[in-house]
């Protein structure tokens, strides 16, 4: 019996036929795990010294940098950002009760009141040590920078709005125009 005979393919037939077998080897999974802080914090939950807040605190530093970076998907993040978040409640419960009995008042300390109105001035004391969830913008450096460097420096930002070329920050002024945004304010 004949055996059937597979076509002869062309040097740039095989090219491409290597080339899909990669893309669909590469895009069938991730490249990255989950962060190593995240793994070191679960290694030291197994041994017993989960209760310590440093290494809660690298494994949160260690998960945002692999979010930030585009390490890990929307999906992974969510999933282990909750884990700590509970590991942070666990850590510091009543965080809302905890931020309450801490508050004083500016008066109390000075010892008068001199507004008429009976209004005092509300200050919260340090929580150095306690871990506190928040979302915070895509932007670098928000909080040592301005607005405008901050949007016109994030990853993404400059992805979908091009700012590289004039057309781009055009788009990124008229956007903080529509916000309300004073350019002088931005700068």
């Not at 899909?20 to 895009?27: D, E, I, K």
């Not at 998907?73 to 510091?92: I, K, N, P, V």
Request: hydrophobic fraction near 35%; proline fraction near 4%.
């Amino acid at each position: 019996p004949k055996s059937p005979q597979l076509p002869v393919l062309t040097p740039s037939q095989l090219h491409h036929q290597r080339r899909n077998r990669l893309r669909s080897y590469y895009s069938s999974g991730s490249f990255y795990g989950s962060p190593v802080a995240y793994v070191a914090y679960r290694l030291a939950a197994q041994k017993r010294w989960h209760d310590n807040g440093d290494l809660l605190w690298l494994a949160c530093v260690g998960l945002s940098d692999a979010h930030i970076h585009s390490r890990i998907d929307m999906a992974g993040y969510a999933h282990l950002s909750t884990d700590l978040r509970t590991q942070c409640r666990r850590l510091f419960p009543n965080d809302i009760v905890d931020r309450v009995d801490k508050t004083i008042y500016a008066e109390t300390l000075v010892g008068s009141n001199n507004n008429p109105n009976g209004e005092r001035t509300q200050l919260t004391l340090s929580e150095n040590g306690r871990i506190l969830a928040d979302t915070d913008y895509r932007f670098f450096l928000l909080r040592h920078q301005s607005l405008l460097n901050a949007m016109l420096h994030s990853n993404y930002v400059a992805s979908r709005l091009q700012v590289w070329n004039n057309q781009g920050k055009q788009v990124l002024y008229e956007m903080l125009a529509k916000m309300g945004f004073p350019l002088e304010e931005c700068q």
